[in-house]
């Protein structure tokens, strides 16, 4: 899947083939037919202008997309290439030392586990793009499964009921933190670290002595987000049926895309490019489907997992408010201006945060079945971030996708798997999750440093 | 510079705003008509910005009274003026350096198509609205970061340009460009006179200002203290009514005896 990102994301390259040169080129001359040669027999085609050197040309073909290729990384705009290497590189290794690593089982059971630390990246990204930090939401998501746990095993409320007050509390946690960062004017990075631990210690206090409830897990939403519940109960069928969905969607939205930037006459994609997309993107989809069915079929956390992606990509790139999100990120003052509503803003991304936490925390319940003390501790928070960075949102706000979301929480999960395999203590995790972190994070600097350099900070 | 309209388009009469003990504006008035770029000058502190300011809403006036199109209007907020049709484009320009040049000319109004952001449409209408204004720049779909001071300040003033406003502010449009782009910037203020649109031009620079402004108002300590049509105008007497030159002992006297003879 981790193809995906590059078809979906908005700042792929667009296929100019140097018609912007050429037509910007043209409205510089006043004396146009002197230095142009139209050609006769193709209205459409742009006129051979002269081209200023500085103006960013791509050649046609496979040689036009190497030299753009590394003329952006020359710049520092690595996109998803660091994670997709790292992904390469860790599935080697693991491989090398566990032949089980790249087994069925063991993939499936990676896309499983993925999807609750997912949930929290999810609305890390948002946060992240605001260029801030939410470290609360691993303790989110731990109170986030005691309510439900609370509402639903002792106080017998309908458990879909108690899940959505659980989401709804976990907005609304949200929502406290970021009044008192946009209202208030306290830095993020505080209010949420005050909230990391109070709203642990809340949870703390709700589970009381017992320490741990049990959910019962034979229906409801713990059943639907557990380890035994499946994508149209295991069916073959399921598995191709969602690859071949998120193939034909992507098709039909290139095409639509590509007819409708042809009527209004800029710049598009050519089909051999959209095809090579949407190929790379069926590719992936559908191995992905075959090795998911190989061991039992398509998790039903994943599913939702991944439809939360595609729901969010889309809020925040074709919408007004992910629009919003990006000019927040990218400069306060410019959005002010623009008529944005900067708190409305920051408190709302502080609320999807929470509420991510808190759908995370419903995950990690079904995982477990329960809602313990140490639910949301630990690396949790850590791994969430850690995703988030990994998959190429920069700490430094304004750029990113959700998508990374996605990538970060594959290397990460590949990592906390393969080190259960080789039987890892703990403390080993600690380190190397630290380390890997640490790797993302110094590729997000340096890569910011080079953007600098290249006149693209 | 034939007026083109007998109203002005905007027109500030007695404008008054204080900061706590600090009085910014004291009876300030200032016209705009359509088709006319009148360049506001004076010192540091003479309350330009200010004054510009109190027309985009930043800051509410405390007295006075702002007309648009001859009728009285109250503008509180940056959206107040915008929703009368005044840009502004201010000296740090306020561009989100990693949203492209589309989503900068359109940041706060983007163009919905079946509640989804137009991208194609957007586009489509930024590549004309920069054609026509001959402005050049690399691609539409590169970050702001990527482009050069004189590119950005262009997009800037195109950006202001975009919700077909009837007033411009331009508020040292040229003070951080070179050559080149400076003559740039000024031939893109005569084409949004060519529009026939009010332009303010804020300028520290009298070259800028003696080519291509018709009026300079100038404003001294908070006050008006003269304003002048540009042809008829030295450019000492400019320098004059800034620095306040012509208000000294001598010219009080002068004053004085004259008031005395007419007596």
């Known amino acids: 899947m981790s193809d995906t990102s590059k078809t979906v994301k908005s700042d792929s390259p667009e296929p100019e083939k140097a018609g912007t040169a050429t037509k910007l080129g043209k409205t510089e001359g006043v004396d146009e037919t002197q230095d142009t040669v139209a050609p006769a027999d193709d209205p ?130 949200g929502s406290l933190q970021g009044w008192f960062f946009a209202k208030v004017g306290v830095p ?58 998120a ?83 990218g400069g306060i003052e410019a959005a002010r201006r623009a008529g944005i509503n900067v708190p409305m803003v920051r408190i709302s991304v502080f609320a999807i945060s929470g509420g991510f936490a808190a759908i995370g925390g419903m995950f990690f319940a079904g995982q477990t079945a329960s809602a313990t003390l140490s639910a949301g501790g630990g690396n949790t928070l850590m791994l969430a971030i850690a995703a988030a960075v990994i998959g190429g949102t920069s700490l430094f706000g304004g750029r990113g996708s959700v998508w990374s979301a996605l990538l970060g929480m594959l290397v990460i999960q590949s990592i906390q798997t393969g080190l259960d395999l080789l039987n890892m203590n703990t403390s080993i995790q600690y380190m190397i999750t630290g380390g890997v972190l640490l790797g993302a994070v110094v590729i997000d600097s340096v890569s910011r440093k080079s953007q600098k350099a290249a006149g693209r900070g | 510079m034939v007026h083109v309209s007998a109203t ?93 040049v589309v989503g900068n000319l359109y940041l706060g109004r983007e163009l919905l198509h079946r509640g989804v952001i137009d991208e194609v449409t957007m586009e489509k209408n930024a590549r004309e609205l920069l054609s026509t204004l001959s402005i050049r720049i690399p691609s539409v779909r590169i970050p702001i970061a990527s482009l050069s001071g004189g590119q950005r300040q262009v997009v800037a003033i195109a950006r202001a340009l975009i919700g077909e406003p009837k007033v411009v502010i331009l508020d040292e449009p040229t003070a951080a460009l070179g050559v080149e782009q400076t003559a740039q910037v000024l031939d893109l203020v005569e084409r949004l006179r060519e529009r026939n649109l009010g332009v303010i031009l804020i300028s520290h620079n009298m070259a800028d200002v003696k080519a291509v402004a018709d009026t300079v108002a100038v404003l001294r300590l908070g006050k008006n203290n003269g ?30 005896r004259t008031a005395e003879a007419a007596q």
């Not at chain 1, 030392?97 to 990204?125: E, H, K, P, W």
């Not at chain 1, 949870?203 to 897990?217: A, F, H, K, R, V």
């Not at chain 1, 949407?278 to 989809?285: F, I, M, Y």
């Open chain 1, 44 to 173: 459409t085609a742009a006129p051979v202008a002269v081209v200023d050197p500085r103006l960013l040309v791509r050649e046609e073909g496979l040689k036009g997309y190497l030299t753009e290729f590394k003329r952006k990384v020359k710049g520092g705009e690595l996109g998803s290439l660091p994670v997709v290497v790292g992904l390469i590189v860790i599935w080697t290794i693991f491989q090398t030392q566990n032949d089980r690593f790249l087994s069925a089982d063991n993939l499936s059971n990676i896309s499983y586990f993925m999807s609750a630390t997912g949930m929290l990246a999810i609305g890390l990204v948002f946060v992240l793009l605001l260029g801030e930090i939410d470290l609360s939401v691993g303790s989110v998501s731990g109170l986030s499964s005691t309510l439900f746990a609370v509402f639903a095993v002792n106080h017998g409320v309908n458990p879909w009921l108690s899940l959505v007050l659980a989401v709804i509390t976990g907005v609304a946690i």
């Open chain 1, 188 to 245: 993020a990075f505080v209010v949420t670290l005050a909230g990391f631990l109070g709203w642990n210690g809340l949870m703390l206090w709700l589970l009381g002595d017992s320490g741990t409830i049990n959910i019962p897990s034979e229906s409801g939403p713990v059943h639907l987000l557990g380890q035994s519940s499946f994508f149209m109960d295991q069916a073959i069928i399921g598995a191709y049926l969602l690859a071949g969905l």
């Open chain 1, 247 to 329: 193939v034909v969607l992507s098709l039909v939205g290139n095409l639509n895309e590509q007819r409708r930037r042809k009527a209004a006459g800029v710049p598009f994609r050519p089909t051999s490019e959209i095809l090579l997309r949407v190929g790379a993107l069926a590719l992936a989809a559908f191995v992905s489907a075959a090795v998911l069915n190989d061991a039992a079929g398509v998790s039903n956390a994943l599913v939702i997992f991944l439809a939360a992606l595609v729901i969010v990509d889309f809020v925040l790139r074709r919408t007004t408010y992910g629009r919003q999100v990006f000019a927040v990120g």
């Open chain 2, 8 to 100: 002005p388009v905007l027109a500030l009469r007695g404008v008054s705003k204080r900061f706590g003990a600090v009085q910014a504006l004291t009876d300030v008035d200032l016209e705009v008509h359509a088709g006319e770029v009148v360049a506001l000058v004076g010192d540091n502190g003479a309350g330009k910005s200010t004054l510009v300011k109190t027309i985009a809403g930043v800051h509410p006036i405390d007295e006075g009274v702002i007309e648009w199109e001859g009728k009285p209007v109250s503008i509180t907020k940056p959206h107040d003026a915008q929703g009368l049709g005044v840009a502004t484009v201010y000296q740090d320009l306020a561009l989100c350096d990693n949203l492209d």
């Open chain 2, 227 to 256: 304003s002048f049509p540009v042809k008829d105008t030295s450019h000492e007497e400019i320098i004059a009514a800034i620095t306040g030159a012509t208000d000294n002992a001598v010219t009080r006297r002068a004053e004085r």
